[in-house]
């Protein structure tokens, strides 16, 4: 089946950076969609792109759908601590609603 | 937003018994479900697709003789774990598809930790 590289795995970041992350697949999804986890928590809806190309921002988080709809990547400017958090990227591939996620990135702020 | 309503947020059971979550869109309708499995510090696994009003769509390796999961209605969905044992253990979480939006979205519950004596 489709597979999401999620990368970095974890990152570890003073507050007041910018963090960046990404997500490639060897094949096209036509949807790609962020989240966010905290601990015992469902997954929220960050960002949802739609259109190779697109860029899109929610506050401080950047997305953008990439032009060969392979990756996708996801900005945080100026991170707070309550930006801690697995984040997860999601491609989509048909209308059903289903989705591939990626293995998340772990995102610690320092204060 | 659209919220999707998951219970109970945490459960604990006794090796062998069954165990029923469940999951409500709680202001929109939803005709498809999904059920997913997270294992600690690891991604998403969907298990299966709910269809309201049909059979679940189980994924590949998801015993569903293991995984009952019913959708009655347009507003629930409901997985039980039968005859749970120690190896089922995990965090479940369902998402519910919000048609009204001119684009999908997927919404998903706050999730159901599940631990198996």
Redesign the interface.
């Known amino acids: 089946g489709q597979q999401l590289n999620q990368s970095p795995q974890s990152m570890f970041i003073q507050e007041g950076e910018d963090v960046s992350m990404n997500c490639t697949s060897s094949s096209i999804f036509n949807t790609w969609l962020w989240y966010k986890q905290d601990p015992g928590e469902g997954p929220v809806l960050l960002i949802a792109l739609y259109k190779a190309g697109e860029l899109t921002s929610n506050g401080r988080l950047t997305a953008q759908f990439g032009i060969t709809r392979k990756d996708s990547f996801l900005n945080i400017s100026a991170s707070i601590p309550s930006d801690v958090g697995i984040y997860f990227c999601a491609g989509q591939n048909t209308n059903a609603g289903k989705s591939t996620f990626g293995d998340g990135t772990t995102l610690t702020v320092k204060p | 937003?659209a919220v999707?309503s998951?219970h109970p947020?945490r459960v604990i059971c006794k090796s062998g018994t069954s165990v029923k979550i469940e999951c409500r869109s709680l202001d929109f309708q939803a005709t498809?479900m999904?059920w997913y499995r997270q294992f600690p510090?690891?991604?998403?696994m969907?298990m299966a697709?709910s269809n309201e009003g049909s059979k679940a769509t189980y994924e590949q390796g998801v015993e569903k003789d293991k995984f009952l999961i019913n959708h009655a209605s347009l507003t629930l969905s409901t997985l039980t774990v039968t005859s749970a044992h120690p190896e089922d253990s995990s965090?479940y979480?369902c998402?519910a598809?919000d048609l009204r939006s001119k684009?999908?979205?997927?919404?998903?519950?706050?999730?159901t930790?599940l631990s198996v004596l």
Do not use: M, P
């Not at chain 2, 510090?41 to 998403?44: C, E, G, R």
């Not at chain 2, 684009?103 to 999730?111: A, D, T």
């Open positions: 937003g999707v998951q947020s498809t999904f510090k690891q991604s998403l969907l697709t965090f979480i998402s598809r684009n999908e979205k997927l919404f998903f519950g706050s999730g930790q």
